[in-house]
């Protein structure tokens, strides 16, 4: 079974610091990569597509490390807002790719 | 446009009892799942479907079965619902499953069976 694995956390930290998720997956033949954020008791959407040269929106940064088989999120400066879950998702090469989703990590941003 | 759509919002079943789920979606996309999440699982897929009258397996699909009669809705039935299957459903859509396409999820269903 091809794996995508997220520590749970929960990441505890105060407003304005930066932290970091990594996310590994087993299948190197695995070609697209997004990290989804989930509220409490919603339901998942989309916060970036992950590229090979690495992207980044506002005060988050997406990074893929083929040779190792991880994904990252750095969040900047982070707000009360962020607070949630992060589910980190890989798509498969070839046949229906259909995708992979982790378990997720949970951010909780504090006063 | 209302993206995806999920009806009942919640439910509560007895054991053994039968119900279906339906997700609707009006983007025209090609591709719908259904996925189950509990707490510390994350989202099992259940289903999904590539295109109208297409249904396939995900990885845990045994008590469920689905239908994809038209393009924009995809149907989850519950035959015989067991308390196992107590969980949050949530279905969603894409334009097609290549590469960067995205999901895009409806609000879930609740259910409980006791």
């Known amino acids: 079974r091809k794996e995508v694995e997220q520590d749970p956390g929960p990441f505890n930290v105060p407003e304005g610091a930066t932290v970091a998720f990594n996310c590994t997956y087993s299948n190197s033949a695995s070609q697209s990569f997004f990290w989804y954020r989930q509220d409490c008791r919603k339901e998942p959407k989309l916060l970036m597509s992950v590229y090979s040269s690495g992207n980044e929106d506002g005060r988050f940064t997406a990074q893929l490390n083929r040779a190792s088989q991880y994904i990252s999120l750095l969040i900047r400066d982070s707000k009360l807002s962020d607070s949630a879950t992060y589910l980190c998702?890989?798509?498969?090469?070839?046949?229906?790719?259909?995708?992979?989703f982790g378990r997720g990590t949970s951010l909780i941003v504090h006063p | 446009n209302a993206g995806v759509t999920q009806t009942p919002k919640f439910r509560v079943l007895k054991t053994g009892q039968s119900m279906t789920l339906l997700c609707a979606q009006d983007?025209?996309?090609?591709?719908m799942y259904w996925y189950r999440q509990d707490p510390g699982m994350g989202l099992r897929l259940i289903h999904y479907?590539?295109?109208?009258?297409?249904?396939a397996k995900g990885e845990v699909p045994d008590g469920y079965n689905v239908s994809r009669l038209k393009k924009q809705n995809f149907l989850l039935g519950l035959e015989s619902a067991a308390p196992s299957q107590t969980s949050v459903y949530f279905c969603?859509?894409?334009?097609?499953?290549?590469?960067?396409?995205?999901?895009?999820f409806g609000p879930g269903t609740r259910l409980t069976v006791l």
């Open positions: 998702v890989v798509n498969e090469a070839g046949g229906s790719y259909i995708p992979t």
């Open positions: 479907s590539v295109g109208e009258g297409t249904t």
């Open positions: 969603a859509s894409s334009f097609n499953g290549v590469g960067g396409n995205t999901q895009y």
């Open positions: 983007m025209n996309h090609e591709y």
